[in-house]
T-cell receptor, first 114, second 111 residues
Framework: SQTIHQWPATLVQPVGSPLSLECTVE??????LYWYRQAAGRGLQLLFY??????ISSEVPQNLSASRPQDRQFILSSKKLLLSDSGFYLC?????????????FGPGTRLTVL | DAKTTQPNSMESNEEEPVHLPCNHS???????IHWYRQLPSQGPEYVIH???SNVNNRMASLAIAEDRKSSTLILHRATLRDAAVYYC????????????FGKGTRLHILP
């Protein structure tokens, strides 16, 4: 069966510090991978998606970046965090191939920038 | 992307059926109607999807209007654990498979 892992589960970082969130998927190959952010009391915002190794598409301009060094690994980074980067970060995966395709979400990382 | 419109919030009593509406008047012939829900402090989870015919699974039923311009997610017997934000989404299964989430409907279940 497939599983998706995210770490850390919670993170408190000062403004201006770097960030690295990791997401890994097990039990599938060549998945599409996604990073979403949910600010407190707000909806889900798609940040990045990737259809293959080294292929990253950004949905919104921001000071975050994403990388996919391996087929089932997706990393979200920042060189200098802003207060507005606080939120609940969710990684998701899917395999495109039919009408039953579903996106599966990880447990999330709750980031607080102080 | 085709848009969906949902009420911001709804309330229902425990153990009663719940009908969550969704309008998608600009839906195209290739759009699938998907529903996800997000429990508190968790990521969204898939609930159900359909194209033209009504669908049933262990979680819910999906009723799709004949003109496909609206649909209704039906929870047959709501429990307190069904309290969540429910998202109605139109998906065209392109290679990128992006999901653009709207604001959804926050469902409150009253004991």
């Amino acid at each position: 069966s497939q599983t998706i892992h995210q770490w850390p589960a919670t993170l408190v970082q000062p403004v201006g510090s770097p960030l690295s969130l990791e997401c890994t998927v097990e039990g599938t190959s060549n998945p599409n991978l996604y990073w979403y952010r949910q600010a407190a009391g707000r909806g889900l915002q798609l940040l990045f998606y990737s259809v293959g190794i080294g292929q990253i598409s950004s949905e919104v301009p921001q000071n975050l970046s994403a990388s996919r060094p391996q087929d089932r690994q997706f990393i979200l980074s920042s060189k200098k965090l802003l207060l507005s980067d606080s939120g609940f970060y969710l990684c998701a995966w899917s395999v495109v191939g039919g009408s039953t395709d579903t996106q599966y979400f990880g447990p999330g990382t709750r980031l607080t920038v102080l | 992307d085709a848009k969906t419109t949902q009420p911001n919030s709804m309330e229902s009593n425990e153990e009663e059926p719940v009908h969550l509406p969704c309008n998608h008047s600009t839906i195209s012939g290739t759009d699938y109607i998907h529903w996800y829900r997000q429990l508190p402090s968790q990521g969204p989870e898939y609930v159900i999807h359909g194209l033209t015919s009504n669908v049933n699974n262990r979680m819910a039923s999906l009723a799709i209007a004949e003109d496909r311009k609206s649909s209704t997610l039906i929870l047959h017997r709501a429990t307190l654990r069904d309290a969540a934000v429910y998202y109605c989404i139109l998906r065209v299964l392109n290679r990128d498979d992006k999901i653009i989430f709207g604001k959804g409907t926050r469902l409150h279940i009253l004991p």
